[in-house]
Nanobody, 125 residues
Framework: QVQLVESGGGLVQAGGSLRLSCAAS??????????MGWFRRAPGKDREFVAV????????YYADSVKGRVTISRDNAANTVYMQINILKPEDTAVYYC????????????????WGQGTRVTVSS
């Protein structure tokens, strides 16, 4: 079983930046064989895809809504994935979740088989 723990959320003013982290663990979990994604759920909205990175870190994909402001990265030695969000906007307010995908860099939520509990990001205007 895989455990994912997000951190780094908080309250930030519009225009600011945050770096979210997601630490992965599990007795038989081979971190580098999983693509890792970030999703978010804004108040009153469905969970949506934000970014994904391949197991090697060589491929990344971003939602159009964050492209140019978000950078996803990973440290396979530390079993951790990161997401840097710059120029934060009030519409970025959401709970951010990381998830592990054994199928590769897909955007479909049902391809992700392990999820963290989320970290809350609130952006004030």
């Amino acid at each position: 079983q895989v455990q994912l723990v997000e951190s780094g959320g908080g309250l930030v003013q519009a225009g600011g930046s945050l770096r979210l982290s997601c630490a992965a663990s599990g007795r038989t979990f081979s971190f580098s064989t999983y693509a890792m994604g970030w999703f978010r759920r804004a108040p009153g909205k469905d969970r949506e895809f934000v970014a994904v990175i391949s197991g090697s870190g060589g491929s990344t994909y971003y939602a159009d809504s964050v492209k140019g402001r978000v950078t996803i990265s990973r440290d396979n030695a530390a079993n951790t994935v990161y997401m840097q969000i710059n120029i934060l906007k009030p519409e970025d307010t959401a709970v951010y979740y990381c998830a592990a995908n054994p199928k590769g860099t897909t955007l479909r939520m049902y391809d992700y088989d392990s999820w963290g509990q989320g970290t809350r990001v609130t952006v004030s205007s």
